[in-house]
């Protein structure tokens, strides 16, 4: 067997429905796909057992090379404030602000994940007067630029992936994470807004069996 492709799942500002979301997976199931994918997922807020000393011994195990990270995976916008410090957000027990375990991170995984439209774009998060200074990863709203700025490649080439959706569909996250896994997916296989084009390129009501009034714009004068 290959070796296995090792993802890390990191939360930041947001409620978390993500997580839930993909749990909700069918067919297979959150835990079916990892497997069938050879996908180890190193932690999981939610979902791991590692105590915070194992976790942060495994984030330096990361920085320091000695740990192979494939897939860094963020769900929650990133909090920079207040005054672009982060420290509205502490990564528990490191007294480092999340924003900067992020950028470093980053530059090690093989590619870096935004999963739900807060990770992606700021989301819900940083709406109103976002005194949070929230952000996405690689987009303030439909502003590239975001934490890591609008020309950051991962080591792999690629920018950060964007699974938006508030929350995101299951499907659509671990049909990604199979394709990242697969080394299927390229930069072709992303929107301009850098999405799988896999979910993106067609809409739900292109299955309707009425589509084609839709289409040929024959609606209905009466009900």
């Known amino acids: 067997m290959s070796k296995a492709f090792n993802i890390l799942w990191l939360q930041s500002g947001g409620c978390g429905g993500c ?16 497997q069938f994918n050879n996908i180890n997922l190193l932690w999981h807020p939610s979902l791991s057992e590692a105590s915070t000393e ?4 495994l984030v330096q195990t990361i920085e320091n090379d000695e740990t192979q990270l494939h897939a860094l995976c963020l769900e929650g916008s990133v909090m920079q404030g207040p005054n672009g410090s982060g420290r509205f957000h502490m990564l528990a027990g490191s007294g480092r602000p999340m924003q900067d375990v992020l950028k470093s991170l980053s530059e090690k995984a093989s590619y870096t994940v935004a999963i739900g439209t807060c990770a992606a ?8 007067a ?7 990863l690689q987009y303030e709203g439909s502003q590239a630029g975001g934490l ?3 020309d950051w490649l991962s080591p792999a080439g690629l920018p950060v992936i964007n699974i938006a959706g508030c929350p995101t569909h299951p499907s659509w996250v671990l049909e990604t994470l199979a394709q990242l896994a697969a080394n299927e997916l390229n930069h072709k296989s ?14 739900v009501h292109h299955g309707c069996t009425r589509n084609e009034y839709y289409e040929f714009k024959a609606s209905a004068e009466h009900p």
């Open 148 to 150: 890591l700025g609008k």
């Open 121 to 128: 774009y700021g989301g819900i998060t940083m709406s109103g």
């Open 190 to 203: 992303l929107d301009s807004l850098h999405r799988p084009r896999n979910y993106t390129d067609h809409l």
């Open 130 to 136: 976002n005194p949070g200074e929230a952000c996405g």
């Open 54 to 57: 194992e976790f942060l011994t």
């Open 19 to 34: 997580s839930m979301s993909v749990l909700n997976a069918e067919s297979p199931d959150f835990y079916q796909s990892l």
